[in-house]
């Protein structure tokens, strides 16, 4: 089912308009708009209010807003049809994964740059586009921001990302979706979402794009969204996947690095993968050296002849 805002079901002969020629009108209404937000929706009604509310509230409007609903079968649709007058366009049926929602958003899109906030998650502040927009240019193709990540377990803290995006980086963390800002056409020049992957798509992009092709980014330096992970679960089955996708990546981009990534994921001990993510962190690093001078400082010198 597909509904464009400001487009009837049927046209002044009382027909059926047809799916082909509503595309077309939704199209030729919406030119060119600097932002385009997709909300990725699939059985979460409570969520996608949190998501639609914070979106028609911002302070800044030059966007247009389109959710990609998987034929949800709980309230998800009765909430699109209320709030169908703030939604530019919207699609609810089957689909083939997040990946295959994600591509039908990209090819409706016409902002220069798309931004996802799928549902559950929500920008920071009400005024944070308003606050960022001058940074959607023409000379910069990814622009990310900081992301403040909760879940249903009491975790509440805003995560940095660092402003050098490092190929070590990308080999233990990446961006956080909701909190970048992608130019669109990148897509097209390069690759939609791989839909045979079912975790690590997005880390594909950014990692080919930002370290086999170098296209210029910019860190915002702000928060940007509130990020709810409480779904995401380190289950044995989703790591053994995570990391299967990963190295086939790395192969198939980086097959002259592949031997130290794996290398990196086998045998380094976890806790020095945490004195990495510490080290992007300026605040938390300037302790951390602090504290190893001092340890070093107060322990007994070897004796030497």
Same mark, same amino acid.
């Given at each position: ?13 009382? &027909? ?49 807003? !389109? !959710? ?63 606050? !960022? ?8 193709? !990814? ?34 979706? &909701? ?41 915002? &330096? ?15 089955k989703k790591l053994y996947i995570y990391h299967q996708e ?56 070897k004796d030497t002849l």
């Amino acid at each position: 089912m597909i509904k464009e805002h400001n487009i009837e079901d049927r046209n002044i002969t009382g &027909q059926f308009i047809s799916k082909k020629e509503k595309l077309k009108r939704f199209f030729s209404e919406n030119n060119s708009v600097k932002l385009t937000i997709i909300t990725i929706n699939y059985n979460n009604n409570s969520g996608l209010i949190k998501t639609i509310e914070s979106i028609i509230n911002q302070t800044w409007s030059d966007f247009e807003f !389109i !959710i990609i609903d998987g034929g949800s079968t709980d309230e998800s649709l009765s909430t699109i049809k209320k709030y169908d007058k703030h939604i530019n366009y919207w699609i609810s049926e089957r689909d083939n994964g997040i990946y295959d929602a994600m591509n039908k958003g990209i090819q409706l899109a016409k902002g220069t740059f798309v931004n996802f906030m799928s549902s559950g998650n929500y920008y920071y502040t009400n005024t944070i586009l308003e606050e !960022i927009h001058d940074k959607f240019r023409n000379d910069v193709g !990814i622009l990310y921001g900081d992301s403040s990540c909760f879940n249903e377990a009491g975790y509440d803290r805003v995560e940095k990302t660092p402003s050098k995006l490092t190929f070590s980086h990308f080999v233990t963390s990446g961006i956080n979706h &909701q909190a970048s800002f992608i130019k669109r056409d990148l897509f097209f020049k390069y690759f939609l979402y791989n839909t045979e992957y079912k975790i690590s798509s997005k880390w594909e992009f950014f990692i080919y794009v930002i370290c086999k092709r170098n296209e210029p980014y910019e860190h915002l &330096q702000k928060t940007i969204c509130n990020y709810d992970f409480s779904g995401i679960s380190p289950i044995p089955k989703k790591l053994y996947i995570y990391h299967q996708e990963r190295e086939t990546i790395m192969k198939k981009y980086f097959s002259s690095f592949y031997e130290d990534f794996e290398y990196y994921n086998t045998v380094i001990d976890p806790r020095i993968r945490k004195v990495f993510r510490i080290k992007n962190n300026k605040i938390l690093w300037t302790v951390l050296k602090a504290f190893t001078s001092i340890f070093i400082f107060i322990l007994p010198k070897k004796d030497t002849l």
